[in-house]
């Protein structure tokens, strides 16, 4: 079955950085385009970015444009999210979730992982 | 940013009830809205998409409609289960973007 499992959150000082990391299995990762959606505490769902099946092409929520880097590792089935500069804004838990569209990626997500939660704090 | 507004953000509704949650974006988005239900504590899990078809393994007493900017989730009967929040999100431009919301409570 499909699998996504997110690592690498904890608590940040303002200003520094974190890479999550996203581990898929039970599926073709290298086929299905991928996603970083948000949480704040309390507070609804936000996109955060995009990245194609093959890696060729990013897309980003203009608040985390420059400030975040999504990639991936085909041959490890894994997906990061790169954020730098992190404000008391970016508190949130941050889930990796599927698109449901192979190839070319269709925008809505039809798995999403437990989530891994970043606390930015000093 | 396309937004997304979703009405009522809380619903309180006893077991067997018929439920409607709406969503209004503030542009045409044509049939490009999915819905979700997330669980306290859970991660969301896809609904509907394409405004009207059911997810996989979806309980066919959630149903979704419309187009434009005006949709609308179903739910015929509501099961003990069905007690959740629900989103929207619209696909048809980026940013992707969620409407903030529904609580559907127990009465």
């Known amino acids: 079955q499909v699998q996504l499992v997110e690592s690498g959150g904890g608590v940040v000082q303002p200003g520094r950085s974190v890479r999550l990391s996203c581990t898929a299995s039970?599926?073709?990762?290298?086929?299905?385009?991928m996603h970083w959606v948000r949480q704040a505490p309390g507070r609804g769902l936000e996109w955060v970015a995009a990245?194609?099946?093959?890696?060729?092409?990013?897309e980003y929520a203009s608040s985390m444009q420059g400030r975040f880097t999504i990639s991936r590792d085909n041959s490890k089935k894994t997906l990061y999210l790169e954020m730098n500069n992190l404000g008391t804004e970016d508190t949130a838990v941050y889930y990796c979730?599927?698109?449901?569209?192979?190839?070319?990626?269709?925008?809505?997500?039809?798995?999403w992982g437990q989530g891994t939660r970043v606390a930015v704090s000093s | 940013d396309i937004q997304m507004t979703q009405s009522p953000s809380t619903l309180s509704a006893s077991v067997g009830d018929r439920v409607t949650v709406t969503c209004r974006a503030s542009q045409n988005i044509d049939v490009w809205l999915a819905w979700y239900q997330q669980k306290p504590g859970k991660t969301p899990k896809l609904l509907i998409y394409k405004a009207s078809s059911l997810g996989s393994g979806v309980p066919s007493r959630f149903s979704g409609s419309g187009s434009g900017t005006d949709f609308t989730l179903t739910i015929s009967s509501l099961q003990a289960v069905d007690f959740a929040t629900y989103y929207c999100q619209q696909y048809s431009a980026n940013p992707w973007t969620f409407g903030q919301g529904t609580v559907v409570e127990i009465k």
């Open positions: 979730a599927r698109d449901y569209s192979s190839g070319y990626p269709a925008f809505f997500f039809d798995y």
């Open positions: 039970g599926f073709s990762f290298a086929s299905r385009g």
């Open positions: 990245i194609w099946f093959d890696g060729r092409k990013k």
